[in-house]
Every structure is written in structure tokens, then in C-alpha cells.
């Protein structure tokens, strides 16, 4: 008998004499909350997602999908970005103007390796505007979790409005909780006891963030 089947069968006998509920566990409790926080257009949706997003120190681009491209490499210009690692599903229009060297996600790639590498380029599974959080599920444009997490740049793009949902429950039923799910909201940082800021520990030092719709291209900074 193994260790495990010891522990188990503790745990059975332990609870043998224990009467069962009446109600099922799932119903015990109210599901009554709300799922989102207030009436809001799309627009208005999109909007709060921008501000929250630059309020933790996030920058926010919105550009059209004719421009992502000049964006994306507007901004790795603007990084002084020489290499930049690619999922193998992003779409390759979008560095189609990067002059940056553009490196693989391969399996083989060490901590080390990424370490050097100077940006990432993601798309993401979806935006929460009241959290200000971008969800990754390693899909194939999003890539493995620490090519998202070793690189001290990360631009990651938003489809706007179709990723973008006001609420934790919304996105929650829009995410598969077996996939590797990574939630950002705003670049890595944490505090020591007197509350002083250190960004870069555990994550990217800096998160850029495309909103890419319809409208004209614009910058919102924290």
C-alpha cells in the first residue's frame, strides 16, 4: 500500500461518521453576484480597459489593424529593441515592418537565452476593463508562459472589441481553467516594508499594450 492510499484511507474512515449535507455543495451558497460593476457602451468598455491599464503603470497604444504593424515597430524602435522573440502563431504581418532580429519560442530555449533577448510580441485570450488585466492562455500567439515572463519588454496586443469583456466573471467563462493561464495587470512590480517600488522582479519591467480597433492612432501613458 502506497502512501497515498494510506493517507486516503485515513481520510475515509475520519469522515465515515460524518452525516451528509442535504444540499449539494454547489447550491449551498449564492451565485447571486454581480457580473459587472454598472451600465457601459462598448466604447465606454474599451475606454475603462485604457485607464485602468496606464493606472498600473502600463503603456497603452490604440492604432486600426492597417497600422499595428508600424506600430509594433514603432515602438521596438522606440525600445531600441535588436531581437524580439515570436510565437509560432502570431500572425507575421504584424513585425512585417520590425527590423528587429525576430526569435522563435522553441522548447529548447533556457531562462538564459531569453534573458537576452530584448522584447516579446503577444497577442492575448482576453482584456478585463474594471481589473485593468490582460489573461494569457498560452495559445499560439501568446507562446509559452516565460517567454512572457523573462523578457524585460512585453507588448501585447488586444483584438478591441472582440478580447475585451468588463468583468472577472465574464472573462472567467470566455478562459479553459486546464490551460496555463497568466493574468497581467501592469508590468512586474512589488513593494518591501516601507512601500518602495521595485518593477522588473518576477516579470517584465515594461508592458505595452496595443488596443487595436478603428480609431485613430493615439498614446495613453500613466
Keep these: 500500500m502506497s502512501s497515498r492510499e494510506r493517507i486516503l484511507g485515513r481520510v475515509r474512515r475520519a469522515l465515515a461518521a460524518v452525516p451528509q449535507d442535504d444540499m449539494p455543495f454547489e447550491q449551498a451558497f449564492s451565485r447571486d453576484y454581480l457580473r459587472e460593476h454598472g451600465e457601459r457602451s462598448v466604447e465606454q468598455t474599451v475606454d475603462l480597459l485604457a485607464e485602468n491599464l496606464a493606472d498600473y503603470r502600463a503603456i497603452v497604444h490604440r492604432c486600426t489593424a492597417a497600422d499595428l504593424a508600424a506600430t509594433i515597430a514603432g515602438m521596438l524602435a522606440a525600445r531600441g529593441s535588436k531581437t524580439v522573440v515570436v510565437p509560432t502563431g502570431l500572425d507575421p504581418g504584424w513585425l512585417a515592418e520590425a527590423e528587429a532580429e525576430q526569435v522563435p519560442d522553441r522548447a529548447e530555449s533556457t531562462p538564459h537565452e531569453l534573458d537576452r533577448v530584448d522584447s516579446v510580441v503577444t497577442a492575448c485570450a482576453v482584456a478585463i476593463a474594471e481589473t485593468g488585466t490582460i489573461v494569457l492562455d498560452g495559445g499560439p500567439d501568446q507562446g509559452r508562459r516565460r517567454i512572457t515572463l523573462v523578457p524585460d519588454h512585453h507588448i501585447c496586443v488586444v483584438r478591441v472589441p ?14 479553459d481553467p486546464a490551460r496555463p493561464l497568466t493574468w497581467i495587470s501592469g508590468p512586474s512590480a512589488t513593494s518591501d516594508i516601507e512601500l518602495d517600488r521595485v518593477e522588473g522582479v518576477h516579470g517584465p519591467r515594461t508592458l505595452e499594450v496595443v488596443l487595436v480597433d478603428g480609431q485613430a492612432s493615439t498614446e495613453v501613458t500613466s
Aim: hydrophobic share 45%.
Design 162 to 175: 472582440d478580447q475585451v469583456v468588463s468583468s472577472v466573471p465574464q472573462a472567467l467563462e470566455r478562459l
